[in-house]
């Protein structure tokens, strides 16, 4: 299906490094222009080139902070002021944070949630009616296998991917016979730096790590199917499958032993400005 945007123009969050980078470049290997969306612009202006050289891209940077309320619409006006069409969006900036519920920062919660679902939502809703319009175009929003469950220490970062999981799926519903495909994308671990900024800097060295390349790739497929969402890895369907099956309580239970933190969260555990990074 992607292949039919070539030439078109793609928006894509948290484009500075890891699985949004990756994004950037199979679209770009499909023929598509890119707006990259994050908060590091030497990162970005870097990956232009790269593409650039590679694909003959056109690249627009925005540097944007989404934890702020204001700025996806102000992303949205950038990209009316440029007159681009977007035709495909990936949703990918995002944060998480592991700790006990004593020690968490209630503003950086509401940071979370502004940056995970309510920009994303924005977005969404600013960019679908163009789609609709034109009959064309794909929305990705990047949610995580922790969206299949409820999990312990990481509460509200799992909450958030759960809201993005159900979003897409209604909404790949209600647009699916109008040329428009949404999707949910939701990987296990992921090799980003997504686990720093999270306060578990130690886990890639103890859990197998899918590369965003192989992440990116899974869901360039699936999209071409018309999936609502797609989990990449065996191991990992078989997990979200397997929760559905399980008891609740059980499920919450075992999700302690995972993600409770061998020592005390604080505030300087964690970036309090979180990268423009995707749900692992």
């Given at each position: 299906m992607?292949?039919?945007?070539?030439?078109?123009?793609?928006?894509?969050?948290?484009?500075?490094?890891?699985?949004?980078?990756?994004?950037?470049?199979?679209?770009?290997?499909r023929?598509?222009?890119?707006?990259?969306?994050?908060?590091?612009?030497?990162?970005?202006?870097?990956?232009?080139?790269?593409?650039?050289?590679?694909?003959?891209?056109?690249?627009?940077?925005?540097?944007?902070?989404?934890?702020?309320?204001?700025?996806?619409?102000?992303?949205?006006?950038?990209?009316?002021?440029r007159?681009?069409?977007?035709?495909v969006?990936?949703?990918?900036?995002?944060?998480?944070?592991?700790?006990?519920v004593?020690?968490?920062?209630?503003?950086?919660?509401?940071?979370?949630?502004?940056?995970?679902?309510?920009?994303?939502?924005?977005?969404?809703?600013?960019?679908?009616?163009?789609?609709?319009?034109?009959?064309?175009?794909?929305?990705?929003n990047?949610?995580?296998?922790?969206?299949?469950?409820?999990?312990?220490?990481?509460?509200?970062?799992?909450?958030?991917?759960?809201?993005?999981?159900?979003?897409?799926?209604?909404?790949?519903?209600?647009?699916?016979?109008?040329?428009?495909?949404v999707?949910?994308?939701?990987?296990?671990?992921?090799?980003t730096?997504?686990?720093?900024?999270?306060?578990?800097?130690?886990?890639?060295?103890?859990?197998?790590?899918?590369?965003?390349?192989?992440?990116?790739?899974?869901?360039?497929?699936?999209?071409?199917?018309?999936?609502?969402y797609?989990?990449?890895?065996?191991?990992?369907?078989?997990?979200?499958?397997?929760?559905?099956?399980?008891?609740?309580?059980?499920?919450?239970?075992?999700?302690?032993?995972?993600?409770?933190?061998?020592?005390?969260?604080?505030?300087?555990?964690?970036?309090?400005?979180?990268?423009?990074?995707?749900?692992?």
């Open positions: 992607l292949d039919a945007y070539a030439d078109r123009w793609a928006l894509v969050t948290g484009a500075s490094s890891g699985i949004g980078a990756e994004f950037a470049r199979q679209l770009a290997a023929g598509m222009h890119l707006v990259l969306v994050a908060r590091r612009q030497e990162l970005m202006k870097e990956l232009a080139a790269e593409l650039d050289t590679r694909h003959g891209t056109k690249c627009e940077i925005v540097v944007s902070d989404l934890s702020d309320p204001a700025a996806s619409k102000l992303i949205f006006d950038d990209i009316a002021n007159e681009l069409n977007i035709d969006l990936v949703n990918n900036a995002g944060f998480g944070f592991v700790g006990v004593d020690d968490v920062d209630i503003s950086r919660m509401m940071q979370m949630i502004q940056l995970n679902i309510s920009s994303a939502t924005d977005l969404i809703y600013r960019l679908l009616p163009g789609m609709l319009e034109r009959k064309r175009g794909a929305i990705i990047v949610s995580s296998l922790a969206a299949f469950q409820p999990v312990a220490y990481m509460s509200v970062y799992a909450a958030t991917k759960a809201y993005m999981l159900h979003l897409s799926e209604a909404l790949w519903a209600e647009v699916k016979e109008r040329g428009v495909t999707m949910a994308l939701c990987p296990g671990t992921t090799e730096d997504f686990f720093d900024v999270a306060g578990i800097s130690g886990w890639l060295k103890k859990h197998r790590a899918q590369t965003p390349e192989q992440v990116v790739k899974t869901a360039m497929k699936a999209l071409d199917r018309g999936k609502q797609v989990v990449p890895g065996l191991k990992n369907y078989l997990i979200s499958l397997g929760v559905r099956l399980a008891r609740r309580k059980m499920v919450v239970l075992q999700s302690m032993k995972y993600f409770r933190p061998t020592r005390k969260t604080t505030d300087d555990s964690a970036d309090p400005n979180p990268k423009s990074q995707p749900a692992a």
